[in-house]
């Protein structure tokens, strides 16, 4: 299996809402990703989990809620988004954090709409 | 602090001209430099990777890059478009932070149109 695995494919959220996005693999990678894309724009690092533990959170606002249950998921919680939250939010995972030689493998996205 | 700039935010060919995407990168050290591509509404696709095995990179779909030190560049090409190769491509370097982790720095993508 060499696939990253992102559920829902698309999500539309009010600004009061809670909502939970999902992303799974199975190549035993111990590094995961999230990202969050604007239109026309590259991504942009959110959190990195290593080994199940969070190693780095790019001074993301609390409204997004990263979790890794175990090595094979990482889940993002949103709370009270906002418009500007709109973005294609996308999972990634790698061997480990120490070496990217490999690069990373990308889930599909989640085409998140906050209304 | 390792970055990468892409020159040229869109590209347009006709089909079966060659294809050049431009990718300088900034290192300190040897790079680990990589391209992806992104059809519409969908993640990113590894397409080729510099690891300093080979200088001459070849990767899926007929598309290679070469990593020229002397020119800090990575460049993409094909020798012949097809009209499925329009996709948004990014060049990435990784990038080492402190504690000895490393994590994938993206250049701003490349929009690649192909015309019959």
């Known amino acids: 299996d060499t696939e990253v695995t992102q559920t829902p494919k698309h999500l539309v959220m009010g600004m009061t809402n809670k909502k939970s996005l999902k992303c799974e693999q199975h190549m035993g990678h111990r590094a995961m990703y999230w990202y969050k894309q604007k239109a026309k724009k590259p991504p942009e690092l959110m959190f990195v989990?290593?080994?199940?533990?969070?190693?780095i959170n790019e001074s993301v606002p609390s409204r997004f809620s990263p979790e890794c249950p175990n090595s094979s998921l990482l889940n993002l919680h949103l709370h009270a988004l906002q418009p500007e939250d709109s973005a294609l939010y996308l999972c990634a995972s790698s061997q480990d954090l120490r070496s990217t030689v490999y690069g990373y493998t990308f889930g599909s996205g989640t085409r998140l709409t906050v209304v | 602090a390792q970055s990468v700039t892409q020159l040229g935010s869109h590209v347009s060919v006709s089909e079966g001209a060659l294809v050049l995407l431009r990718c300088n990168y900034s290192?300190?050290?040897?790079?680990?430099l990589f391209w992806y591509v992104q059809y519409p509404n969908q993640g990113l696709q590894l397409l080729l990777k510099y690891t300093s095995a080979a200088t001459l990179v070849k990767g899926i779909n007929g598309f290679e890059a070469e990593f020229k030190k002397s020119e800090t560049s990575f460049h993409l090409t094909k020798p012949s478009a097809h009209m499925s190769d329009a996709a948004e491509y990014f060049c990435?370097?990784?990038?080492?932070?402190?504690?000895?982790?490393?994590?994938?720095?993206f250049g701003a993508g490349t929009r690649l149109a192909v015309h019959p």
């Open positions: 290192s300190s050290v040897p790079p680990y």
């Open positions: 989990y290593s080994y199940e533990k969070l190693s």
């Open positions: 990435a370097v990784s990038a080492q932070l402190s504690g000895g982790y490393n994590k994938l720095i």
